[in-house]
Nanobody, 119 residues
């Protein structure tokens, strides 16, 4: 089992920045990757970033590339999502998730943190 706790969400004006954190605990040695997702009201969940836990390579969705940056600190069992140049359409609940296999299926999820961007 892996437990995940996000923090760092909040209310910010358009153009502003936030840094989300996700602290993992439990059987973290099994983690293959940490993903960041978001879900806006009435919309499907969107996968926005992934950090491979071995090597810390990253992937970002086209919708956020150049504005959002995923990173990780293995020693702290913590993943981050830096959100820059935020837009009102980035308003959503942001979740981190962990996978312990290479299937792409995320097995463990955090509780989510709200990001609200005002215009």
């Amino acid at each position: 089992q892996v437990q995940l706790v996000e923090s760092g969400g909040g209310l910010v004006q358009a153009g502003g920045s936030l840094r989300l954190s996700c602290v993992a605990s439990g059987r973290t040695f099994n983690m293959v990757a940490m993903g960041w997702f978001r879900q806006a009201p009435g919309k499907e969940r969107e996968h926005v970033a992934r950090i491979r836990w071995s090597g810390l390579s990253t992937w970002h969705a086209d919708s956020v590339k150049g504005r959002f940056t995923g990173s990780g600190d293995i020693a702290k069992n913590t993943g981050y999502l830096q959100l820059n140049n935020l837009k009102p359409e980035d308003t959503a609940v942001y979740y981190c998730a962990a996978t312990v296999n290479y299937s792409g299926k995320y097995d463990y999820w955090g509780q989510g943190t709200q990001v609200t961007v005002s215009s």
